[in-house]
């Protein structure tokens, strides 16, 4: 079982960062709206169901103890420590700016802050989520004297009072890394997906706005990449099937609701620039 975790997939071109021309025909915003839906949706239905073809291979794989103890199956290496337990926190860390720089342009202060909003929003799903699964784990859990469930300790309610004494709580622990993981990496995805269009546009600004946002996406894509290596070892090393299979659906429900059903309609946080409502339709 892996260590608490209340501290707490595609790929882009790395091209120039700019801002969006605004486009006044009709016609043409109905080509971009078409080619969004060609170009951004398939990946994240690629990515949804990467991540939980990813799950079930790594458990079974986990199951059949396929693949030998490494350095990633110890719940106390460094990218489990330092990063995983207090992901949320790197991910608002490095979206916020970008999301900033990214949605400012000629669009004024209110948009910015009505798409910095969506991360007001991930944060309350983040914390319903882990705090419920803290719950749940609570409610059907009890306090032992060993690893193999002997000797119930009944005095002990919760998994946090009965680890302090040095005991063992077991109850059903819904994989809070399986969660995290895939929900940060999905809302990274959304929010870097126009640069996908933005690559081959022209510049405009000041040049350190510009350098900031290209730092910026490589660091969103990298860590991306660790968000996906440590879904993967959390598939393979750690839980039972269902537990992480609860895990990342909660994550799925999570994004579905918020970018896939809420954002297109007016009165939210929005989608990124060039994904609009008629994506989501086509």
């Known amino acids: 079982m892996q260590q608490p975790w209340s501290q707490q997939r595609r790929q882009f071109h790395c091209g120039p960062v700019v801002n969006i021309p605004i486009i006044k025909s009709p016609v043409n915003r109905k080509k971009i709206a078409s080619k969004e839906a060609r170009n951004v949706e398939p990946l994240s239905e690629a990515g949804r169901t990467c991540q939980k073809t990813e799950e079930v291979v790594g458990s079974i794989v986990k199951e059949l103890q396929l693949i030998p103890e490494t350095y990633f199956s110890n719940s106390r290496n460094v990218l489990n420590v330092y990063f995983v337990k207090v992901s949320w926190g790197w991910t608002l860390l490095l979206l916020f700016p970008f999301i900033t720089l990214s949605n400012a342009g000629d669009r004024g202060l209110p948009f910015v802050l009505r798409r910095l909003s969506s991360l007001a929003v991930a944060t309350g799903v983040w914390y319903a989520c882990t705090h419920s699964f803290f719950y749940i784990e609570d409610a059907t859990g009890g306090c032992y004297e060993s690893r193999a469930l002997q000797g119930l300790r ?37 929010e870097m997906a126009p640069m996908v269009q933005l690559k081959d546009s022209g510049r405009g600004g000041p040049a350190y706005m510009g350098l900031a946002l290209d730092l910026l996406y490589l660091a969103l894509n990298g860590i991306l990449v660790m968000w996906i290596w ?34 297109p309609k007016p009165l939210s946080p929005g989608l990124p620039p060039l994904q609009t409502p008629q994506k989501r339709q086509a």
């Open 154 to 190: 009944p005095e002990f309610t919760c998994k946090a009072d009965c680890r302090r004494a040095g005991l063992t709580w077991h109850g059903f622990d819904i994989s809070g890394h399986s969660f995290i993981l895939a929900y940060s990496a999905l809302v990274i995805v959304e």
């Open 230 to 263: 440590m879904f993967a070892c959390t598939a393979i090393y750690f839980h039972t099937i269902s537990h992480k299979l609860l895990g990342t659906s909660c994550a799925i429900l999570g994004w579905y609701l918020t970018y896939q059903v809420w954002y």
